[in-house]
């Protein structure tokens, strides 16, 4: 294997997660250590360029099919050709909405203040209730696995979940 450090500029940053999709782009999150916000950038092979930026720190990026998708603000955006297209808005839910997790647009699971609810492509249900902290995500065919940190007693948990019926349902347990 043949490294290289990638050129980029001089950025007080720290970058928490990157994600390639089928097209190529690559996306990086992260946090901006002077303006103190959430940014996501794009790097075009030769250039990182600043997408979007919030002050809140409920932002994510997510790769589900091989296509990019970024939730920012309790909005959820397309990522294609450098540009984000909103595509559904949860700003009507109450506190955080942060991760997303998926097997497609129409099956992913979204992490809220109220747990884990997962999205079918119509509705946004709670199917698994808990104020503990997500930390990864698997997704099978049949299920998912999830990795979850209590943040008072540091105490790590893994979550099985198995489909009982079909995904439509969200019924999980």
């Excluded at 002050?55 to 970024?70: A, F, P």
Aim: aromatic share 10%.
């Amino acid at each position: 294997m043949n490294w290289k450090h990638i050129n980029i500029p001089d950025i007080q940053a720290s970058f928490s997660s990157i994600k390639l999709d089928d097209a190529g782009n690559i996306l990086i999150g992260g946090y901006d250590l002077i303006d103190h916000r959430e940014v996501l950038w794009y790097y075009d092979q030769k250039n990182l360029k600043e997408i979007t930026s919030t002050n809140s720190t409920t932002s994510s990026i997510t790769v589900m099919q091989g296509i990019s998708y970024v939730m920012i603000n309790k909005k959820l955006s397309l990522f294609k050709k450098g540009n984000l297209t909103e595509l559904l808005d949860f700003t009507y839910l109450n506190g955080f909405v942060g991760g997303i997790w998926g097997r497609s647009i129409n099956d992913c699971f979204i992490l809220t203040d109220e747990g884990i609810s997962h999205y079918n492509g119509t509705d946004l249900k709670l199917i698994y209730p808990s104020s503990l902290w997500i930390r990864s995500f698997l997704i099978f065919n049949n299920g998912i696995m999830v990795l979850m940190r209590n943040h008072e007693s540091g105490e790590i948990i893994i979550l099985k979940g198995e489909l009982m019926g079909e995904i439509n349902n969200n019924i999980i347990n």
